[in-house]
Every structure is written in C-alpha cells, then in structure tokens.
C-alpha cells in the first residue's frame, strides 16, 4: 500500500514561512494531479493549492499570493511554500495525489497523515 508522507508543519509566529514536503512511499505511475488540503477543527476540509500534471496552479483565494504549490511528478514530490503565515491557517495539512487509471474509470486518490500547522498571531 503506497503512503504519502509529510512533513515540515510545526508551531510559527504570524508572518512567518513554512515549507511542507510530501513524498510517496513507493512509486505512483500517471499522475493526473497533486494538491495540499486542509481541516482547520469544525470545518470542512478544503483545497488549498492543486498542481496538474502540466504545470498549471489553482489557488483558494484565502491563500492566493501567499503560498505557492510546486512538485515533480518523476519524483512523487510536493512542496507548499506558506509565506506570510496568518492564525487563520492554523490547521492539518494533507497532501493529496490523483492518479489516472483506466478509461471509464474515475480517478485514484492518495492521501496523507496530515501535519498540523500553527500559527500563533
């Protein structure tokens, strides 16, 4: 069973920069996206930054300009850049990986332990 694993959350001051990292434990084949989530505690989990395969970025607007998502698909890497960090981000960040299968078949989805940030203002 592949596992996504993360780390770099932690404790910071508002202001502040964070790097999360996520790798597969082994190697996912077709990747169609990676992306970072979070659940602050009482609230949905939302999107926070979404990568396709082609490079392209989507931002939640609360996080646009601030955080920057990047990755390599050959490697099973992502990375979000927090910068500028705000108390209202202070919540468990999950990495996420869609994988593409077979046509006529929805799309594979791998998810990580999640790391809490927090940010104290």
């Known amino acids: 069973q592949v596992q996504l694993v993360e780390s770099g959350g932690g404790l910071v001051q508002a202001g502040g920069s964070l790097r999360l990292s996520c790798a597969a434990s082994?190697?996912?084949?077709?990747?169609?996206?990676m992306a970072w989530y979070r659940q602050a505690p009482g609230n949905q989990r939302e999107l926070v930054a979404w990568l396709t395969s082609g490079g392209i970025t989507t931002y939640a607007d609360s996080v646009k300009g601030r955080f920057t998502i990047s990755g390599d698909n050959a490697k099973n890497t992502v990375y979000l850049q927090m910068n500028s960090l705000k108390s209202e981000d202070t919540a468990v960040y999950y990495c996420?990986?869609?994988?593409?299968?077979?046509?006529?078949?929805?799309?594979?989805?791998?998810w990580g332990q999640g790391t809490q940030v927090t940010v104290s203002s």
């Open positions: 082994d190697y996912i084949v077709n990747l169609n996206a």
């Open positions: 996420y990986f869609d994988q593409l299968r077979r046509p006529g078949y929805s799309t594979r989805a791998y």
